[in-house]
């Protein structure tokens, strides 16, 4: 059995105080360049000049109305049911839809089913579809799941597929390559 191992010296506490406050300044600044950094290739890949000021959602400020999350949660229940058994899509579920909708509306939640480009601030991207055309790219191909609003502020952004460039099949001689390079 070893013998237990000497404590270490204890430093003054103002030394480890300038040490913690010299590591908490570094830690800061890498994170700030790489905050800077991020948004520089997020500005690259979306084409805004670094000059332009990031959009970011609000936060929804005090009170949402207490029925919303539930309501938006019985709306995702209610689209899942859509197709499964024949009368999941007949006149009583569409018209539980319209008044959930309707009890959203009135409480200042409107749902948010934008078009056109994808916003990484108003949409969330759950999948891709290729776009061999090349004119859809970073546009909406579909919604997943609509997103809401309340007052104009975001409480969930809508959940879309986007169009991506369409970089072409993969040559099936290129696939065995690989294959053959990982089984080594």
Same mark, same amino acid.
């Given at each position: 059995?070893?013998?237990?191992?000497?404590?270490?010296?204890?430093?003054?506490?103002? =030394?480890? #105080?300038?040490?913690?406050?010299?590591?908490?300044?570094?830690?800061?600044?890498?994170?700030?360049? %790489?905050?800077?950094?991020? @948004?520089?290739?997020?500005?690259?890949? !979306?084409?805004? $000049?670094?000059?332009?000021?990031?959009? %970011?959602?609000?936060?929804?400020? +005090?009170?949402?109305?207490?029925?919303?999350?539930?309501?938006?949660?019985?709306?995702?229940?209610?689209?899942?049911?859509?197709?499964?058994? $024949?009368?999941? +899509?007949?006149? *009583?579920?569409?018209?539980?839809?319209?008044?959930?909708?309707?009890?959203?509306?009135?409480?200042? *939640?409107?749902? =948010? @089913?934008?078009?056109?480009?994808?916003?990484?601030?108003? #949409? #969330?991207?759950?999948?891709?579809?290729? +776009?061999?055309?090349?004119?859809?790219?970073?546009?909406?191909? @579909?919604? =997943?799941?609509?997103? !809401?609003?309340?007052?104009?502020?975001?409480?969930?952004?809508? @959940?879309?597929?986007? !169009?991506?460039? !369409?970089?072409?099949?993969?040559? $099936?001689?290129? %696939?065995?390559?690989?294959?053959?390079? +990982?089984?080594?």
């Amino acid at each position: 059995m070893r013998p237990p191992t000497p404590p270490l010296p204890d430093r003054p506490p103002a =030394v480890a #105080h300038d040490s913690l406050a010299g590591l908490s300044a570094r830690c800061a600044a890498w994170l700030g360049a %790489e905050r800077d950094r991020i @948004e520089g290739e997020l500005r690259a890949a !979306y084409g805004k $000049p670094s000059g332009t000021a990031v959009t %970011e959602p609000l936060l929804a400020p +005090d009170p949402v109305p207490p029925a919303a999350a539930p309501l938006i949660e019985l709306l995702d229940r209610l689209a899942g049911l859509a197709g499964d058994p $024949p009368t999941a +899509d007949g006149p *009583v579920l569409d018209r539980v839809r319209r008044g959930v909708v309707a009890a959203l509306t009135a409480s200042g *939640v409107t749902p =948010v @089913e934008d078009t056109g480009t994808v916003d990484p601030a108003r #949409h #969330h991207v759950v999948a891709t579809r290729d +776009d061999p055309s090349g004119l859809l790219s970073d546009r909406i191909a @579909e919604t =997943v799941r609509p997103g !809401y609003l309340w007052r104009d502020v975001l409480l969930r952004p809508q @959940e879309v597929v986007s !169009y991506v460039p !369409y970089v072409g099949p993969r040559t $099936p001689r290129a %696939e065995a390559e690989r294959g053959r390079r +990982d089984a080594r």
